[in-house]
């Protein structure tokens, strides 16, 4: 599309320039007749100039005033049509148009342009009668007035679909972030209620020891206080840890029942559980007695989200979950094998358990990946959840 034609003033300039020259050449090419003294001679061709040029600087207007620029088109083509009779209504037409596209509210359009169709098609037809002309041209008039009232109403009607559809998909991408932004302080509520078990988990540990220690200095058991004492301090190492790994993703807070938390230890019966409803799951697992509690917390997650997407997406499918722990790190695998699919893999990546996983992986610095397996049909999720054997104090 030329730049011009994306500018609307520039449109409006050429636009009533083209309509000024039309009239001017319609009133050279208008009727010889005998008008009024009042209208003829050198002061009813300064008249006519005037009305014409009323008719083409009004158009400048039409998109801003466009109901006042077709009452100064209609005005000014009756005195042009008084002085040089067979004159077509150019300006009037392309202010006819706008008259009916651009006024708002919509019933103020209806009125304007079904006024405005009248109006002209009434002078047309006063000055034929008065000029006693043929009625050919009133008929040709009127038909094309019809026409660019019709062209006006179905392009206003074109322009507020457009406008609806626009709304409706302003309000669709709202309430795709609204979603989005609930799921995610979702997610960050479990974990908060997560982080809650494990550091309670810790605390009662700590004041268990710490009680023990105190009895064994008490009763002069130096060895036994040693030994609850360092229990104290990995307790507190490990809390520590884990509150710096989940609290870099927590942004609310919130109370009420909950369940245990689970660890990668449950997977078993997660896996036993899916399949008494008939899914076709398989468990590898190795290597995962010295993961801490909170990335085996973060790790079970992913995998249960992984196979309910599994199970919803691809019902019927098998599929493989393998989570091994190595070189300082958790990985874990979930690959379906479906031949066919409940939804398209762009849905997958856009729903809101995807989302909880990359907040969960990312809290322990770690990598997610999703998407189609590739070599196999079927939906395959990866992650790589690190942590440390050693935390720094």
């Known amino acids: 599309m030329a730049a011009w034609y994306r500018r609307p003033r520039t449109v409006d300039v050429l636009l009533a320039a083209l309509a000024t020259a039309l009239q001017f050449a319609g009133v050279r090419a208008g009727r010889p007749v005998d008008p009024p003294d ?15 040029l009323a008719q083409g600087a009004s158009l400048l207007w039409r998109r801003t005033r466009p109901v006042p620029a077709l009452v100064v088109c209609v005005l000014a083509y009756a005195v042009n049509y008084a002085v040089v009779p067979g004159v077509p209504p150019y300006a009037g037409w392309f202010a006819l148009y706008a008259a009916g596209v651009y006024p708002r509210p919509p019933r103020r359009a209806t009125y304007a342009v079904t006024a405005g169709a009248i109006a002209l098609v009434a002078v047309v037809g006063v000055g034929t009668a008065a000029y006693r002309a043929a009625g050919g041209e009133l008929v040709l008039v009127v038909l094309v007035t019809l026409i660019v009232a019709l062209l006006a109403t179905l392009a206003r009607s074109r322009r507020a679909q457009l406008d609806a559809l626009r709304d409706r998909a302003a309000a669709l991408e709202r309430e795709r972030e609204t979603a989005v932004a609930r799921a995610a302080a979702e997610e960050r509520l479990r974990i908060a209620r997560d982080l809650h078990d494990l550091v309670g988990h810790g605390l009662s540990t700590i004041t268990v020891q710490s009680s023990t220690a105190r009895l064994a200095l008490d009763a002069g058991r130096l060895e036994a206080a040693r030994t609850a004492l360092s229990a104290v301090e990995s307790s507190s190492r490990t809390a520590m840890r884990e509150m710096r790994q989940l609290l870099g993703v927590l942004r609310a807070g919130g109370a009420g029942d909950y369940d245990p938390t689970p660890g990668l230890g449950d997977l078993p019966g997660l896996v036993e559980r899916l399949r008494t409803q008939g899914a076709p799951v398989t468990l590898s697992a190795g290597g995962l007695a010295e993961v801490p509690d909170a990335v085996s917390l973060a790790a079970y997650r992913v995998v249960q989200e992984a196979l309910t997407n599994a199970v919803r997406h691809a019902p019927g499918s098998r599929v493989t979950v393998d989570v091994r722990a190595s070189d300082g790190a958790v990985h874990v695998a979930v690959e379906d094998y479906a031949e066919q699919v409940a939804a398209p893999p762009g849905e997958w990546a856009r729903g809101h358990g995807l989302l909880g996983m990359r907040e969960r992986v990312g809290a322990f610095g770690g990598e997610l990946a999703a998407g189609p397996a590739g070599d196999h ?7 790589r959840i690190p942590y440390a054997s050693e935390p720094a104090t």
């Open 38 to 52: 009042v209208l003829a001679g050198v002061a009813g061709g300064v008249l006519a100039g005037l009305a014409t």
């Open 377 to 383: 049909p079927g939906w395959r999720v990866r992650a």
